[in-house]
């Protein structure tokens, strides 16, 4: 059975860095475009960032622009989110997803930002 | 970026119900949405693409149709496991984006 797990999410000061990994099994990530979708508490879903399978495209929305780095690890079968200069509103379930437009999501790591 | 606006933002109706949900976008995304579930504290499910293509496993009572701006989302015989949150998204420009969510609960 494909399924995505995402950890590396916790409690970080406003200014502070994490990063997010995102491990697929059952499934060749390799082959796949990956995105990051997140969710503020109570809010509804926004895309973030997607990479094409050999990492020579990537494609991110603009409040993350310059902050936030999508990579991957296909010999990991790994997907990751650097996030610099984190910011209060980047409070949220983060989450990883298969595909352009996502077929298979994980269950999502939250991230809180605060002091 | 392309603003996806989803109708009604939640809607009340019975188990057996017809349930349509519309998502307009404000400029033309030919066929290149999507639909999405969230159940309470669960993370999305994908239920359809390229407007009306259903993703393995997803039964049959719904559909989708649309083209251009004007999309929607149709769930015949309303089933207690659909009472959730629908998304709709557009990835045809980027950044691609989310309509709000339309909550459908018990009547």
């Known amino acids: 059975e494909a399924q995505l797990l995402e950890s590396g999410g916790g409690l970080v000061q406003p200014g502070g860095s994490l990063r997010l990994s995102c491990v697929g099994s059952g499934f060749t990530l390799s082959t796949y475009w990956m995105t990051w979708v997140r969710q503020a508490p109570g809010k509804g879903l926004e895309w973030l960032a997607n990479i094409k399978q050999d990492g020579s495209q990537k494609y991110s929305v603009d409040s993350v622009k310059g902050r936030f780095t999508i990579s991957r690890d296909n010999a990991k079968n790994s997907l990751y989110l650097q996030m610099n200069s984190l910011r209060a509103d980047d409070t949220a379930l983060y989450y990883c997803?298969?595909?352009?437009?996502?077929?298979?999501w994980g269950q999502g790591t939250m991230v809180t930002v605060s002091s | 970026d392309i603003q996806m606006t989803q109708s009604p933002s939640s809607l009340s109706a019975s188990i057996g119900d017809r349930v349509t949900i519309t998502c307009r976008a404000s400029?033309?995304?030919?066929?290149?949405l999507a639909w999405f579930q969230q159940r309470p504290g669960k993370a999305p499910k994908s239920l359809i693409y390229a407007t009306s293509t259903l993703q393995t496993g997803v039964p049959s009572r719904f559909s989708g149709t649309g083209s251009g701006t004007d999309f929607t989302l149709t769930i015949t015989s309303l089933q207690p496991e659909d009472f959730a949150t629908y998304y709709c998204q557009q990835y045809n420009i980027y950044p691609l984006t989310f309509g709000g969510g339309t909550k459908v609960d018990i009547k």
């Open positions: 997803g298969r595909s352009h437009v996502v077929d298979l």
């Open positions: 400029q033309d995304i030919r066929n290149s």
